[in-house]
């Protein structure tokens, strides 16, 4: 089998390397990998492996001496090998992949809609990473549908959550939202998801120079700004950010310009991962970070599974079609194909409106 290893405290480097096909024990099944999405959320997991475990969910094979890891990516995978009855040869996975061909899967707390991977090396790590779902049990399931799922799944889900939160926050009492990194997937699934909110403050996105035309053209933003017209933002309104750059210095210069009228920043994501210096007037005391996982660990307490699938699968599926309007996904194939787009992807030269789909 093949993998896509990265390494770990120089994330730009990367190598394509074989490994032995694994075989499936007593208990385990092996899935054969089809296909699977690329977007800046697979780096940020690498930038914060050491920090939130990303690194622990596949383990890379081959002589890595420690300092190669595997990004995880979300994807679809056949199951090609199984000593578990209630998931046959032949079954089709969603879920939490390394960028590889192969992974090996321990399935407990089986049902027809879904099955954990209980393998040792992943029990403490967040449980919606470890659910997968089996897509045949679904009714009306296409595999027509499954890039954008894997592509916007994960984004959007984010979307739906930070929405849910800042609502069920009172905006933190917010005249304006300002979503930095306006470009970013994750920041247009929760601008489309303000846009519709009628009772949600207004939206400025925040983008690169070269981005701001295509966010522009999304019509969910009320304003776009650049990284150098920070300024233009009216600092007479009080104003929650959420940020999905990591940028401090950007934060900074914000959190500078909107003082006390800065009411609260949602640290989420780290786009900019290159430029995490302290950022000089940054408010740390009303910033923390918003972690997906656990933020639908509790809905699901308190909506119940079937709850929050009703609620945040409608949101999904209105954001899904609102995207046909501008996204172009792009087929690469195989590993090879994510070596040749990965060095763009870590510095930020993708052109937002691309969503990378490798075929394996
Ligand atoms: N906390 C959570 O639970 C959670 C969950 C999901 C996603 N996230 C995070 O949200 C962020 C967005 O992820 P995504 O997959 O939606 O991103 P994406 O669609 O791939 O975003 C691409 C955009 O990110 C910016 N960017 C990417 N790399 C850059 C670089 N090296 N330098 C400068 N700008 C760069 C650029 O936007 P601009 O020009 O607009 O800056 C670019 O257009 C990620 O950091 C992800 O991990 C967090």
Redesign the pocket.
Known sequence: MSEFQVQKNELATHRIVETPLPKAGAGEIVARIERFAF???N???GVTGDRLGYWQFFPPGGDNGGTWGLLPVWGVADVVESNVDEVPVGDRLFGYFPPATTLKITPVGVTDQRLIDGATHRKSLPPPYNSYRRVYAEPGYDNAMDNERMLLY??YI?SFSLWDYLLDNDWYDAQQIVIV???????IGLAFALHADSKAPPVTGI??AR?VDF?TSLGHYDQTLSYDELGDIDASLPTTIVD???NREVLGKLHARLGDNMKRTLN???????EQHAGEGFIAERSHL????SHIQQRLKEWGPRGFEQRSTEFMIKAALASRAWLHLERLQGLEGLAGVYAD????R?A?YKGLIVEL
Do not use: D, Q, R
């Not at 990194?181 to 920041?187: C, F």
């Not at 989420?268 to 290159?274: Q, R």
């Not at 918003?290 to 996982?293: I, Q, S």
């Open positions: 977007t800046a959320n780096i940020t997991y994960p984004l984010t990194s306006a470009s970013s997937k994750t920041s983008t690169s981005n966010v999905m750059s990591g989420v994501g780290l786009t900019h991962w290159e918003f972690f997906a996982p992807v870590c510095a930020g993708t937002p």
